[in-house]
């Protein structure tokens, strides 16, 4: 079974969008897809980046912690709020941080808000950057707008069934390209 790793971005108080990296755990485990890790930026708390980990003489047991979880992640969802029109600090502070763990890592990105857009705007900008890290960014997207009003602090969807039709489209093209690599991967192997 894959593993994936779900990169939970908003570090603020009271935040909301961590409802959806929820969603995502429940869904996954339920239908049995992966195994879903919760790698919440906010427990780490990361202080503003320094240096790329791979230069960094003597770095944190935390950091090296975040490193491996990604590295072992067969694929990654980034949740991400949007922020005047962008993403927020703390996944920017994280994806500088690492280098090779990105790359061809299966990347899938869903962006929140609490506004009409489901944010977004963030998309380009922040697909760009990990396109230019070199992960493999799989062509789907999953915005959720309103989300203190379509999902409930648990991360239960308030309408469950269209929440799952549209997770189902992402997740599988996600799941798609998890198996690609592997099985790229194996036939090198051979
Ligand atoms: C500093 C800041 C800027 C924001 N800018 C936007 C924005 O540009 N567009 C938008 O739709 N929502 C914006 N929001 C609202 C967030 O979308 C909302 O807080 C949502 O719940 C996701 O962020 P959260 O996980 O931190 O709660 C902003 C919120 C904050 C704290």
Redesign the pocket.
Known sequence: MPKIAIISA?V?RG????RVALFFKKYLEEKNLSSADIVDLAEYDFPLFHERLKHEPNPTEKVLEFAGRIKSADGVIIVT?????GYPASIKNVVDLLYDEWHRKPLVIST????Q?G?T?VLVSLHFSLWKIRAWMVPAMFPVPD??KTFQEDGTPVDKQATDKRAKRFIDELLWCIEAKRRMESDKMN
């Open positions: 908003s603020r935040r909301n969008s961590h709020p949007e922020y005047n029109g929140v808000s609490d506004g857009f944010g705007q989300v203190d």
